[in-house]
């Protein structure tokens, strides 16, 4: 009976199959050890894409083979419902948002099924839910009570494309982190959650996270950026004004020549004398962060400050790379020490004074700052000492004398979390004249987003505009009262999704025990971008919600995988640009006819024109050579290149499986269990590839060496020519052990061989195949060693070795090595493979 493999058919099939018999629903039980596998959830952009596909599929394989191995697997998915495209979606094309997001969430959500992975789609969820959005509402509202989530007046990033503020982290390179155009400086009100609050835990749990790649840990300590220092009292000369600076180098206290102010700390403009000046270098400030910011620009305010330790007189002046966010908004410069210092001294001729000298006494005139360790010098009774010593002495120097204190700075600032869009939560927050800012009463919430609403795309909050919305009743005096009209950054519906999957979406509670069982997630997969803000918000989120009683533990992720990209050769004109496969044909532009360039393998992309969609791939090949090509590319880690070759290679791997198994399937179907111990070559094979695969994905998720092995036991089991049956049971056992091993990796082909070579159930319900050491251990022979005929030592080694390995080993045989030392060998010659015999001058 030839059969011929065709995954469309399979697939359907095994898709229905799987959804009837509910094989990936996730009840708690206890009796197994619970493993939490998440990948991130996307955004409803449209259509999924490669890099999606390649997420899932490596969090469907972890998933798969953890079921087997006997663990109780949680796998939800959901979709992270809020955004601007839906509301530019709205604004361009009058399309309601709440439309434009459930049409793309169905579509991509039969993308994502086709593809085979095993979702427990009972917890599916859409963070634009009223259900789900509730509890945003509920936490800020705890946030608020608790003093978490304030209130200021600040200089936000806008976005005069997208009408928003954003958050430092979406503004990249000055520019917004979806449209690119450039932001700039306004001030508004805005809520806040007080991340900083958590900044010392924050930074110590990162080194509970052994399960996250080193970068990103590296990452998250960078973005928390925790300095140790002094904060010190500079006098302003004939005033009582004083200048607080905060320093991290108190040793070099007696190189400070100059101060300099943030052009937006208060007392700039109290002690400029020229303001025109000021105003100048302000307007300049507002438009630059602190990689671009000019180090020479400022000015002299024409006052001076006494420098605390040595009462020496200092000029005062504006510099706008003095950041008025960072420590308290005023240095003393160093420039003998400090780059931006020296460059700002050099431009300004103010005086470098030399104070830390390097260990090997070379001091000469500096061409630049130096910043290295050293010995202080012109440090009056300091002078002499190391400068680690120093910063010691000079911080109880400063202690006793009252003049400052030790102090600890970090870079992370709170979260700013309001944004005025409409297609986000509503803060749950109301105005009253008489009352105040007042919570929206619990037994009140959701506070939900008006659907009817037509967008206009210009101005501040749409729901401002929506009076139905706005105007309420004070929930304390019942009088006249307005709501915020302001939504929630998305980064909020995302900092917490992971525990709302705990409970099935249909419990509109969150419940602790569920959340208990299956928190922490053992298995996060996804992509690098999210290294800083997502996973920092998600680990922020987790602590609140501890304190809050929600969750038991602190960190969110035991295990992080970020998954590499998804790439592939571009095509390029010199004067069309980008061009699409088809019209490079030849090597020449379709337009020009000009020669192309045959472009660089870059992230697929719509605007390089290389991209390849899931929808294609699977229609033309199968899902399962889709993903057995995604998976043995490269391991997940790295970046993917996409060949065509490769996924035929997949594909025709697939059907070499297919061929064998369809070729013996009489056979396989009655051989079902063979007496006897079986050995032999394919039964030793088979060990080693159980051993090899289950190392391969327990290690590091190699799968791609996994699937390797794979690909070796398939052509193994292809060599041998069955003739009895002691080969059928050999050929049976490796067969069987192979559709479990590749199960996770390609499901649809192997439930259906499975079920073809007679097996009743599924092979996501088996277990995981086991090894014999024993039987997976190469056969021995005895290797006798002669010299000139005569047996002169014996040694075990595998019978898989060749002619060449098995000289090797009896010339370098201990006993052999003595006995023909400093005699020359002749010849070896080496009978039937067992016999090694070394013939050396007399
Ligand atoms: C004197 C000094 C001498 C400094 C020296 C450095 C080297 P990190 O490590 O990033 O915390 N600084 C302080 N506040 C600042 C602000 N708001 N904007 C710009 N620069 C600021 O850096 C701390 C150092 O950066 C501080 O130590 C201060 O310069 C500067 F040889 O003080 B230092
Ligand atoms: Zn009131």
């Known amino acids: 009976m030839e059969e011929k493999y065709n995954a469309l ?7 229905k199959r799987w959804q009837g018999s509910s094989a990936d629903a996730t009840s708690r039980d206890t009796s197994k050890e619970k493993f939490y596998c998440l990948e991130m959830f996307p955004y409803p952009s449209g259509k999924i894409h490669m890099g999606h596909i390649r997420n899932y599929v490596i969090g469907d394989v972890i998933t798969r083979y953890k079921r087997m191995r006997g663990f109780n697997v949680l796998h939800p998915m959901g979709w992270d419902a809020f955004g601007l495209p839906a509301e530019n979606a709205a604004i361009l094309n009058g399309t309601p948002a709440a439309r434009w997001t459930f049409d793309n969430i169905a579509y991509m959500k039969g993308q994502i099924k086709k593809i085979g992975c095993s979702y ?32 200021k007046n600040s200089s936000v990033n806008w976005c005069g494309h997208c009408q928003t503020v954003l958050a430092n982290e979406q503004v990249i390179d000055d520019k917004c982190w979806r449209c690119d155009s450039v932001v700039s400086k306004k001030e508004l009100e805005q809520w806040f959650f007080k991340i900083t609050a958590y900044a010392e835990e924050l930074l110590e749990g990162c080194d509970t996270l052994t399960g996250w790649p080193e970068h990103v840990v590296a990452m998250q300590k960078n973005w928390i950026g925790k300095s140790a220092g002094a904060e010190l009292d500079f006098p302003i000369e004939n005033s009582d004004i004083q200048i607080r600076i905060f320093t991290t180098r108190p040793d070099t206290l007696f190189g400070a020549t100059f101060v300099c102010l943030s052009p937006a700390h208060p007392l700039a403009s109290t002690l400029t004398e020229d303001q025109a000046g000021l105003r100048r270098i302000r307007a300049q400030y507002d438009k630059q962060d602190a990689e671009t910011a000019q180090t020479t620009l400022g000015l002299f305010t024409g006052k001076y400050a006494i420098n605390p330790i040595n009462v020496e007189r200092v000029p005062v002046y504006v510099a706008a790379f003095v950041l008025m966010e960072y420590g308290t908004g005023a240095i003393m410069s160093v420039p003998a020490h400090d780059s931006r210092d020296f460059e700002f001294a050099t431009a300004h001729k103010l005086p470098i004074r030399q104070v830390i000298v390097p260990q090997d006494g070379s001091q000469q005139p500096l061409k630049e700052a130096y910043e290295g360790e050293g010995v202080l010098a012109n440090s009056g009774e300091f002078t002499g000492l190391h400068n680690k010593e120093a910063i010691v002495k000079i911080n109880e120097y400063i202690e006793k004398n009252g003049v400052g204190t030790a102090a600890i700075k970090y870079k992370l ?10 297609w986000g939560t509503p803060i749950p927050i109301i105005y009253c004249e008489k009352c ?22 210009v101005g501040g909050s749409p729901l401002a505009a929506v009076e139905s919305f706005v105007s309420v009743k004070c929930p304390r005096c019942h009088g006249p009262a307005t709501r915020d009209t302001d939504t929630m950054d998305t980064f909020v519906d995302s900092s917490w999704y992971f525990i709302r999957y705990c409970s099935k979406s249909t419990d509109d509670a969150l419940d602790k025990s569920n959340i208990a069982h299956f ?21 922020f989120f987790t602590r609140v919600l501890k304190d809050l009683g929600i969750v038991a533990v602190e960190e969110p992720f035991t295990r992080l995988l970020t998954q590499g990209m998804v790439c592939k050769e571009t095509w390029k004109c010199p004067e069309h640009g980008w061009l699409f496969p088809e019209e490079a044909k030849g090597g020449k532009c379709g337009k020009c006819q000009q020669p192309v360039e045959r472009g660089r393998v870059e992230k697929m992309s719509k605007s390089k024109k290389n991209v390849v969609t899931p929808d294609e791939l699977t ?88 699937i390797a092995a794979l690909m070796e036991l398939l052509n193994e089991a292809n060599a041998l020519r069955p003739s009895n049956d002691e080969d059928y049971a050999a050929l049976n056992f490796a067969v069987r052990s192979m ?67 098995r000289t090797n080993i009896a010339l370098n045989n201990e006993k052999i090595k003595e006995l023909t030392v400093g005699k020359p060998v002749e010849k070896v010659m080496i009978h039937r493979g067992m016999l090694v015999n070394i013939v050396i001058k007399k």
Not at 640 to 659: K, T
Not at 747 to 773: F, M, N, R, T, Y
């Open 519 to 539: 928190m922490p997630v053992d298995q996060y997969i996804g992509g690098v971008e999210h290294a800083v803000l997502h996973l920092l918000y998600s680990r």
């Open 413 to 422: 600032r709170d979260w700013g979390i309001s944004r005025q869009r409409y």
């Open 619 to 706: 229609e033309r090949y199968g899902a399962d050579t889709a993903r057995v090509f995604s998976l043995f590319a490269a391991p997940p880690e790295k970046d993917i290149d996409w060949s065509d070759q490769g996924v035929e290679g997949s594909y025709r791997f697939l059907n070499r499986l297919w061929a064998l198994i369809y070729s013996h399937i009489d056979e396989l179907k009655s051989h079902r269990h063979a007496g006897g111990r079986l050995s032999g070559p394919l039964i030793r094979k088979t060990h080693q590839t159980i051993h090899k695969v289950t190392q391969s994905i327990e290690r590091d998720y190699h799968f791609n060496t996994a």
């Open 120 to 151: 427990d789609w009972a917890r599916e969820l859409a963070t634009c839910t009223p259900q789900y959005y509730k509890w945003n509402q509920w936490f800020f509202i705890k946030m608020f009570e608790r003093g978490l989530a304030y209130k």
């Open 9 to 15: 058919i399979i697939e359907k099939k095994w898709q």
């Open 436 to 457: 105040g800012a007042l919570a929206v009463p619990e037994s009140e919430l959701p506070v939900i987003l008006p659907q009817d609403i037509e967008l206009k795309g």
């Open 739 to 805: 559709l479990l091993l590749l199960s996770p990796f390609a499901p649809h082909i192997c439930e259906e061989l499975w079920e073809a070579v007679g097996e009743k159930d599924s092979v996501l319900h088996h277990p995981w195949p086991q090894w014999d050491e024993e039987a997976a251990k190469e056969e021995e022979i005895e290797l006798v060693i002669q010299i000139n005929g005569k047996v002169r030592a014996k040694e075990r080694i595998s019978a898989a070795l060749d002619d060449e390995a």
